[in-house]
């Protein structure tokens, strides 16, 4: 099971803001460690959204933002379109399971 | 262009054995550490193996510890995951991914699906 927790779903009319939410704990993100957030389409692999807990990737939308705070992170998304309607899922590492790759319990997107 | 192409799925009995390939172009493969991720049927994303550019450094989810061996040839630019003892709960899509430095995924392949059942 997954050691960050996100909300099963969030909605949204087009053109709202929506935020999701990644909690972890001071073995993860508490600790130091960034988060990274990734967007599934429907039927598609995972594709690279966000790194280092704010960074965007060239080709990804300004209108996707991320931060971290304490032992959470958040992904936010402005303007929301059609074709935002997704599964979201965050990523850090944490120490005391040793591992490099933990990820989030993942979060749908609907728009409205 | 980075592309990263999966085979070597299908359907094996419980127990049984598959090996995936990742074949990777477009990049430097000697100069970047490789994962398998993998996504069972409606669930979420769960990594299984790290293997770092040299092959010095392999890692793998408690999960299939001891069942899963990662390997890659830098020559071939390939990756891949010889998966024994497979049991039901492995079935899934296994994702080729590129490991980045600061430890996150920038690109993944397509996936190829395994499914365990008798």
């Known amino acids: 099971q997954s050691v960050l927790t996100q909300p099963p779903s969030v909605s949204g009319a087009p053109g709202q803001r929506v935020t999701i939410s990644c909690t972890g704990s001071?073995?993860?993100?508490?600790?130091?460690?960034?988060v990274h957030w990734y967007q599934q389409l429907p039927g598609t692999a995972p594709k690279l959204l966000i790194y280092?807990?704010?960074n965007r990737p060239s080709g990804v939308p300004d209108r996707f933002s991320g931060s971290k705070s304490g032992t959470s992170a958040s992904l936010a998304i402005t303007g929301l379109q059609a074709e935002d309607e997704a599964d979201y899922y965050c990523?850090?590492?944490?120490?005391?399971?040793?591992?490099?790759?933990?990820f989030g319990t993942g979060t749908k997107v609907t728009v409205l | 262009e980075v592309q990263l192409v999966e085979s070597g799925g299908g359907l094996v009995q419980p127990g049984g054995s598959l090996r995936l390939s990742c074949a990777a172009s477009g990049f430097t493969f000697s100069s970047y550490s490789m994962n398998w991720v993998r996504q069972a049927p409606g669930k979420g994303l769960e990594w299984v193996s790290y293997i770092s550019s040299s092959s010095s450094t392999i890692y793998y989810a408690d999960s299939v510890k001891g069942r899963f061996t990662i390997s890659r040839d830098n020559a071939k630019n390939s990756l891949y995951l010889q998966m024994n003892s497979l049991r039901d709960e492995d079935t899934a899509v296994y994702y080729c991914?590129?490991?980045?430095?600061?430890?996150?995924?920038?690109?993944w392949g397509q996936g190829t699906l395994v499914t365990v059942s008798s």
């Open positions: 001071s073995s993860n993100i508490g600790a130091g460690y960034d």
């Open positions: 990523q850090s590492y944490d120490s005391s399971l040793s591992v490099h790759y933990v």
């Open positions: 280092g807990n704010s």
């Open positions: 991914a590129r490991g980045s430095y600061g430890y996150f995924v920038d690109y």
